[in-house]
């Protein structure tokens, strides 16, 4: 935020601001909801988490607020914000990783979500019975979610530099829009009614951006339990979300969009030459005089082998690769954005197309009752082998006198 302060995108700042806030929040209040005993304590779920050997419900909650809100909102600061800075290594290195933890944090959290069978007033189902229930599946489906949320991640980077910050967040809101559309297609009133539901979906999608990239009621395995209507509703603004994102990157604007703070710095498809294809190609240029400059040598005695440049120091003429004004890191990390950004986006888009026509569950929200089912008794097995735990480990007369109260001993005597 200080990063955006500081290169004048102050509604971007206060934005990323209140959505930090938020999920501390949510993380405070769920959480304390969730814990046996009734308050939000961390540390002490944590050794109830030891003890039990499986995480705590109230401590799941912790992990979804970090990996459905938090994460997103990481994932999208680090990376921008690093576009507009001259990096250092460190700092270079530092933004990738963030990238990666990031993209990494949110797909964990869809896969939890991925795993929700139980619905309303059912029995609460974590990724752990999906993955025991279903390991190579839930395996690729962490895959496929990993690209999706760096190809996103990656794709926001890209045009945000290009653009504004301010031209790639309406796509976020149309996709929390699309998941209430969606919700008001099922007709499903289970909370208080089809509009009540439609408002929690669309409020929903935009504290947990991570819901309006992939959309909230598209699943692979199981129906949603939480949001209702067909995926192809969400589905289809994520193509279109992107197919304008990329179009509006070969525009020219000058001088930008208003004469308002940083709307109106310039940008466009000159942007997009100066800070990530004039890069791309300065990195290309160097990789490939590098490889011309070394030859390997095999040594089959020795059985070994050993790189050697033709050059006694240094790389002879190549040089580490720069670009107009952005030195080398900067130069490196936004190559690394662009190509993870036109690899994983067109490959997200195929895969969100093959799973239209292919799975019935993600496009329409057909039931899978034999995947709920094994989901479901999976889940049981583990609530039983976590209760053993908490018990032989003496946990579970701990938190019921926490529970009751500070008087509780003393009525014990």
């Not at 004048?8 to 501390?24: E, H, P, T, Y």
């Not at 962490?142 to 949320?149: E, G, I």
């Not at 439609?198 to 129906?223: D, E, Q, Y």
């Amino acid at each position: 935020m200080l990063t955006f302060v500081h290169h004048g995108d102050f509604w971007f700042a206060g934005f990323m601001a209140i959505f930090v806030a938020l999920n501390f929040l949510a993380t405070f209040l769920v959480a304390r909801d969730m814990s046996e005993v009734k308050r939000c304590d961390p540390l002490g779920e944590a050794k109830l988490c030891i003890a039990r050997q499986v995480p705590t419900r109230a401590w799941q909650v912790i992990l979804f607020c970090e990996r459905n809100i938090e994460a997103p909102g990481t994932g999208l600061i680090g990376p921008y914000g690093a576009t507009r800075l001259a990096l250092t290594p460190i700092q270079a290195a530092s933004g990738l990783y963030g990238l990666y933890s990031s993209a990494k944090a949110m797909a964990e959290g869809r896969v939890d979500q991925e795993a929700e069978v139980g619905g309303q007033g059912g029995i609460p189902t974590t990724s752990y019975a999906l993955k025991a229930a279903r390991p190579t599946k839930a395996a690729m489906l962490s895959l496929w979610y990993f690209c999706t949320f760096a190809a996103e991640l990656a794709a926001f980077s890209v045009v945000s530099a290009t653009l504004h910050p301010f031209v790639t967040l309406p796509g976020y809101v149309l996709g929390a829009v699309a998941n209430g559309a969606a919700q008001w297609w099922s007709g499903d009133n289970g909370i208080v009614s089809v509009k009540m539901a439609t408002v929690r979906a669309i409020g929903l999608s935009c504290i947990s951006v991570a819901l309006a990239m992939a959309g909230g009621p598209n699943r692979t395995f199981v129906k949603s339990a939480p949001f209702g209507g067909p995926g192809w509703i969400p589905a289809v603004f994520i193509l279109i979300r992107f197919v304008a994102w990329a179009g509006l990157c070969f525009l020219d604007l000058p001088h930008g969009l208003l004469p308002l703070g940083s709307l109106n710095r310039p940008m466009g498809f000159p942007v997009l030459q100066a800070k990530f294809l004039r890069p791309a190609a300065a990195c290309h240029k160097a990789f490939l005089c590098f490889a011309s400059q070394t030859r390997m040598t095999t040594e089959t005695q020795a059985n070994s082998t050993s790189l050697a440049f033709t050059a006694e120091v240094g790389f002879g003429e190549c040089g580490w690769p720069t670009a107009d004004e952005l030195n080398t890191p900067a130069t490196i990390f936004n190559t690394c954005l662009l190509v993870l950004a036109v690899v994983l986006v067109p490959l997200h888009m195929c895969v969100v197309v093959a799973m239209l026509v292919l799975n019935p569950t993600y496009s329409s929200g057909a039931e899978n009752s034999s995947a709920k089912n094994e989901i479901l008794m999976k889940q049981r097995e583990i609530d039983d082998f976590a209760r053993r735990n908490e018990q032989s480990a003496g946990q579970h007369t701990e938190l019921n006198l926490l529970a009751e109260g500070p008087g509780t001993d003393a009525q014990a005597q």
